[in-house]
């Protein structure tokens, strides 16, 4: 299994990160993408990397709450972190009009000027997008055909936002939110119309642990772990033999991070 989106320079992982990744290869995760969220976290997260070859990879991003924070002196500091070999995807990027930390103009400037570099630089996206998906799918459109890959990470949306996304040639990123019976029970029926080749798992640690999860953790604090669960949470919705699963997601997040056979 690999997970492919980890926040792993949160600082709920200061203590015990050592721990949390051993655990995480204990549990079986081959690998994991740690998820750049600002141009801090992007350059911890290029560390983490390098400290753990092979093992952990990450992304270079501002995400929308921070899109505020994006001056030119940072995307040339991003840009020179995408030519790191540690660095597979640009992101996460996109829109969120649910809280607006930074305002939906400085979030669409964002956006725009990171799927411009991700074409620049032909690295895929690693995207976020909550109560903005008309717009979203607007923005994304003209750079699709340029982009190598896209994968819209910690999806929780409707059927009709999940067809445009996979109309538009989008991967999925499923989440613990699958296994929130308040929430994400919505997305038991709609992990079924995702195509194989284009479903990725994740846990977005140290958010969303799953709650349906028997016994419960002690901790609020979800780690990567726990993927396993996750992962058969969606086998068993889609009907397929969590193995068979396992193996299809693992290609695929390969495929999609162009990460090697070699380092898996």
Request: negative net charge.
């Amino acid at each position: 299994m690999i997970d492919i989106g980890v926040n792993l320079t949160n600082c709920r992982f200061d203590k015990d990160l050592e721990k949390v990744i051993h655990n995480a290869q204990q549990a079986g995760v081959k690998q994991l993408i740690v998820t750049g969220t600002n141009l801090s976290e992007s350059e911890q997260a290029l560390t983490l990397a390098k400290t753990y070859p092979n093992f952990i990879y990450c992304t270079a991003g501002v995400h929308p709450h921070d899109a505020s924070t994006l001056t030119d002196k940072h995307l040339i500091r991003l840009k020179a972190l995408a030519q790191q070999p540690q660095v597979k995807a640009i992101g996460e990027c996109g829109l969120d009009f649910n809280r607006n930390f930074s305002t939906p103009i400085e979030q669409e400037k964002a956006f725009t000027q990171q799927l411009e570099l991700a074409v620049e630089c032909q690295l895929p996206v690693f995207l976020h997008e909550r109560d903005a998906n008309q717009r979203f799918i607007e923005l994304l459109t003209p750079y699709i055909k340029q982009l190598p890959n896209a994968v819209l990470h910690c999806f929780t949306g409707t059927q009709e936002e999940l067809e445009r996304c996979l109309a538009l040639d989008l991967h999925i990123g499923i989440t613990g939110w699958i296994c929130d019976e308040r929430r994400g029970q919505h997305l038991l029926d709609l992990v079924k119309i995702i195509p194989q080749n284009r479903l990725m798992i994740e846990t977005d640690s140290p958010y969303l642990l799953p709650r349906s999860m028997h016994p419960k953790p002690k901790s609020s604090r979800n780690e990567p772990k726990y993927l396993p669960f996750i992962a058969q949470t969606i086998a068993d919705a889609r009907e397929q033999d969590l193995q068979e699963f396992t193996l299809a997601t693992e290609k695929t997040s390969q495929l999609f991070f162009n990460l090697t056979q070699e380092s898996s």
